[in-house]
Nanobody
Framework: QVHLVESGGGLVQAGGSLRLSCAASPSILSFNPMGWYRQAPGKQRELVATIRSGGTTNYADSVKGRFTISRDNAKNTVYLQMSSLKSEDTGVYYC?????????WGQGTQVTVSS
């Protein structure tokens, strides 16, 4: 059974940083790619960043240069380091893992950036 558990969200001032973690089971090597999405109030869920098993990354234009996605295969964890946060980064952040055509989601973690 697949489990994705996010952590690390919270309240931060604009310009600050947060690191989100997604602990996956079974092994994250089972999934390709893994990524982060977010959903702001009243808006659709949108891609933030993805990382493939070989390490290739992809970012939304709105976060390029500010966010970094990484993975630690030994810890079965994917991270999202967020810096220079803006109020528009506020939302619920979801971990995503693809297993073939099946998409798995975590429960989400709230990120609130105060201006």
């Amino acid at each position: 059974q697949v489990h994705l558990v996010e952590s690390g969200g919270g309240l931060v001032q604009a310009g600050g940083s947060l690191r989100l973690s997604c602990a996956a089971s079974p092994s994250i090597l089972s999934f390709n790619p893994m990524g982060w999405y977010r959903q702001a109030p009243g808006k659709q869920r949108e891609l933030v960043a993805t990382i493939r098993s070989g390490g290739t990354t992809n970012y939304a234009d709105s976060v390029k240069g500010r966010f970094t996605i990484s993975r630690d295969n030994a810890k079965n964890t994917v991270y999202l380091q967020m810096s220079s946060l803006k109020s528009e980064d506020t939302g619920v952040y979801y971990c995503n893992a693809d297993y073939g055509p099946v998409h798995y989601w975590g429960q989400g973690t709230q990120v609130t950036v105060s201006s």
